[in-house]
């Protein structure tokens, strides 16, 4: 064993006793302990080293290095350029052309067209850092018995080292409650403590000091032709208890004192997407000003009780050994040769802490990285990618119990229906609204990068829309959904009008349009991603016309629309099964076999969509596998966290665990590539750094546990052989239901339901179950909330079809509820 091993397990016992979160079980099972945390033994050392922490505005990476810290610092708003969006006159004039080539069938030369004419004015602003507050302590770097950690039950990140006799500890968060990101330094000895603070940033900027503070004044960059307007104000304000503060030009230094509490808040000019009239002095100080009077103690109390609030609604056990003693980075080293179930529930728990350290209410939703960004020119711009990646971020958000956090996505699909109202007039020459594959801060909409196999995608906008809709499944809530017709309608308006017909054919399809980002082979050697009628264009389709009929039959708007919608969906295309048994992804039976892209864009009717079911639509079902199949395990991290939703739904959760293992693997790449895992910190590899995979497996090992979108809420459908006891408690299903499930042997042995709203529920298990009220199901479920979807029988072009997935036996019970009642059920 090495040392760091031999260390480990002996702070076993010591870190459950004093450092684990409580989870009690569901009913009246005891207590059962395990750590809630992520701890190193060394500093980090690189970024994807460092520990989050946030409050939905304010992120900081803390490094924890005993004699060079740096904490680097983002702020939500802070984005290159400026309002106004990107629309150009030549990808109108070429869309005409590009459909005409297509429809004569003459593909590579539609790609070529549209390589050459796709091109907008820009390609969308980068989010960008702040910069970092750099900490330098004298004489600190011969430490020893260092330990960093973030703690996710409190959402506070300490590091404790000694040098010579004296203990150090630093303690920082990210105030959910006075919207400042606080440094604590203490040592065990009076009079110990004593450090140089300073500021650097990349972007345009000044620093000073005014009394106890660095005050810095920086503008935003510029980015392909926008002018940086951005405009912040970042204040860092040192408080020493004792010993004396001196200052030059741009640094602090404090020497001697008994502690020091550091305040830092960072105030931006952006009032929303057009409007940047604030003022960013007015907003920094006056933050900070009203969190000057609050002891450290109570303002690090007041912040993870209001973090409780929502972490401490969902818990998760699955088992606990030694292997949890080890520091976070071998755990990840070790995940695939050891068993270590309790690192799958932390990493389902670092998903939920993610979210509500990124997302909440009044903000703006997290982009490629959260809010937790090193550069001014990241990856991808780290905008919001939303031909998956932006909707993935928000998967767990209602299965999870986290629904209030939705909101910020919600205000920015809002605010795209009003400037993609420009795209649909100017690029399209149509009403309603369109959105692309790509947006940022200022909510544009038009193409983004060009043509490629991504950017003449027009159907972003209706898959955020279906994010809409999936929270009023889970809560019923009428007013909010109806309040969202507009959004619904002004988008179906679209495509009523723009839909084409496609040559030979009954159907209307989309064109031209792309399968995110894959393409398809024409002749020998081209291959060409534009095309027409794609599979999940015609699912999205099919989920907008639906759901926009639902809404309109809800808010009582005239029948006439709902009778244009209702005739087109009539001639949208059914779903195809290809001649290798496969679900086509293509209008046409294009597909490779030997394809393994890291997008599966046609399996949205799979997952996060409910057309594709292995009760009521099982050809497709076994089609659906046999793509999976084709396209195999490995992955990108996002595209890996993907594949646990599907295996999740093809109710196999020994292969869904096996992508979790593939997972949590570590990542030793830091420049792009295909091959997805963990890095240190338990952040997503794409790699880069995204954060969508982390989100995709929260909501995968939730998919695991409970599902609730075909008809019936379905208790442990995907748990895996190596989860063979455990418990989940505050799980959320469609229909207003909060669920607690115990299970022992790989068998649900209880079951509590508490209902919100009332109503019928339908449960599905692998076990009988009895309790009060329960009956065996029969006819349709009267739920709203709890409906499928009636689909086109498919086309199938292939004699032999995929052998059909041998599904185990269900036991299907209705139970009448009550609001506010909770309910136990009993395996038999």
């Known amino acids: 064993m090495t040392y760091r091993t031999l260390f480990s397990v002996g702070l076993f016992l010591l870190m459950l006793a004093s450092c684990s979160q409580q989870h009690p079980r569901p009913g009246e099972l005891p207590a ?5 945390h992520l701890w190193y033994d060394e500093p980090a050392s690189e970024w994807v080293e460092a520990l989050p922490v946030g409050n939905g505005r304010l992120g900081a990476m803390v490094y924890g290095h005993p004699m060079h810290e740096r904490i680097q610092l983002n702020e939500e708003t802070l984005w290159a350029g400026g309002p106004g969006n990107n629309i150009s006159a030549e990808t109108a004039s070429a869309i005409p052309i590009i459909r005409k080539r297509l429809d004569e069938g003459k593909f590579t030369d539609a790609q070529q067209y549209a390589d050459q004419h796709i091109s907008s ?3 969308g602003m980068p989010y960008q850092t702040a910069g970092n507050l750099l900490m330098d302590f004298p004489s600190h770097d011969n430490f020893t018995d260092y330990q960093r950690k973030l703690d996710i039950s409190e959402a506070v990140t300490t590091s404790t080292y000694s040098v010579k006799d004296v203990r150090y ?9 006075d919207d400042v990101i606080v440094v604590h330094l203490s040592a065990d000895t009076p009079e110990r403590v004593s450090g140089t603070f300073s500021f650097e940033t990349p972007q345009q900027h000044n620093i000073n000091t005014e009394n106890n503070r660095l005050v810095v004044h920086g503008t935003t960059g510029d980015h392909e032709g926008k002018t940086g307007k951005v405009r912040f104000t970042a204040l860092v304000d040192v408080q020493p208890s004792g010993g004396t503060l001196t200052k030059n030009a741009d640094s602090i230094t404090v020497t001697n004192a008994d502690e020091i509490v550091i305040r830092i808040t960072i105030g931006t000019n952006f009032v929303n997407y057009k409007d940047l009239s604030g003022d960013p002095n007015e907003v920094a100080l006056s933050t900070l000003s009203a969190s000057l009077n609050n002891d450290i103690k109570q303002m690090q109390s007041a912040h993870s009780e209001f973090y409780r609030q929502y972490f401490d609604r969902t818990q998760l056990y699955l088992g606990n050994n030694e292997n949890s003693a080890k520091t976070t980075d071998l755990r990840i080293e070790d995940f695939a040769t050891t068993k270590d179930p309790q690192l799958a529930a932390l ?78 007039q100017q690029t399209y020459g149509a009403p309603g609204w369109v959105a692309h594959h790509n947006t940022d801060l200022w909510r544009v909409t038009d193409p983004i990068d060009g043509m490629g196999s991504w950017g003449l995608w027009p159907m972003g906008g209706v898959w955020l829309t279906q994010q809409m809709y999936e929270h009023y499944l889970f809560t019923g809530n009428k007013a909010f959904i109806i309040e969202q017709y507009p959004v619904f309608k002004s988008a179906s308006a679209f495509f009523l009008d723009q839909l084409q017909p496609l040559p030979n054919s009954d159907w209307m399809v989309v064109s031209p349009s792309v399968s995110p980002e894959n393409r398809y082979r024409v002749g020998e050697d081209a291959t060409v991603a534009v095309t027409s009628g794609t599979t999940m264009d015609n699912q999205l389709l099919f989920d907008l016309f639906t759901r926009t009929i639902e809404i309109a039959r809800l808010s009582g708007d005239d029948s006439g629309f709902i009778r244009q919608v209702e005739a087109m969906l009539a001639n949208i295309p ?54 999976l199949l084709h396209r195999g395990d490995p992955s990108t991290g996002w595209s890996m966290g993907w594949k646990v939703n599907f295996w999740a739904r093809m109710l196999d959760g020994d292969h869904a665990y096996k992508l979790i293992t593939n997972q949590l693997s570590p990542s030793r790449q830091s420049g792009f590539s295909e091959a997805g895992g963990t890095y240190p910190n338990l952040f997503d590899a794409h790699p880069p750094f995204q954060i969508d995979g982390n989100f995709g497996c929260t909501a ?42 115990e299970w022992q042997k790989n068998k649900a042995t209880r079951v509590w339901l508490t209902s919100e709203l009332g109503g019928t529920v339908r449960l599905r298990s692998y076990v009988p179950l009895s309790g009060t009220g329960l009956h065996k199901a029969s006819g349709d479920n009267p739920n709203p909330l709890l409906q499928t979807p009636v689909i086109k029988a498919p086309v199938i072009h292939t004699q032999s079809r995929p052998p059909m997935t041998e599904l185990q036996q269900v036991y299907t019970y209705d139970l009448k509820t009550l609001p506010g009642k909770r309910y136990a059920l009993m395996a038999r």
């Open 32 to 36: 059962v302990s395990q750590p809630m």
């Open 121 to 123: 004015l820009n390609q």
């Open 169 to 177: 500890t630093q303690t920082v968060f990210s105030s959910f409650t």
């Open 347 to 424: 990493y389902f728990q670092f998903g939920r802490y993610l979210l509500i350290s990124s997302s909440q209410p009044g903000g703006q939703p997290p982009n490629l990285q959260g809010i937790w960004n090193k550069d001014m020119h990241p990856p991808w711009d780290s905008k919001y990618t939303i031909n998956i990646n932006a909707e993935m971020n928000y998967w767990p958000a209602e299965v999870t119990n986290l629904s209030e956090l939705h909101s910020p996505m919600f205000d920015m699909i809002r605010e795209l229906a009003e400037t993609g109202k420009q795209s649909a």
């Open 574 to 627: 059914p779903m195809q099964i290809g001649k290798f048994g496969q679900l086509q992804e293509w209008i046409e039976d294009w597909d490779d076999p030997q394809d393994q892209h890291r997008h599966i864009s046609h399996l949205y009717g799979l997952h996060p969509s409910n057309q594709i079911s292995p009760y009521r639509t099982p050809a497709l079902f076994a089609a659906a596998k046999q793509t």
């Open 700 to 741: 995968g090992i939730a998919e695991m546990l409970i599902q609730s979108h075909d008809g019936a809420v379905h208790i442990l459908p995907a748990l895996p052989s190596a989860w063979p006891d455990g418990y989940i408690k505050g799980l959320r299903a469609r229909g207003g239901f909060e669920v607690d499930i």
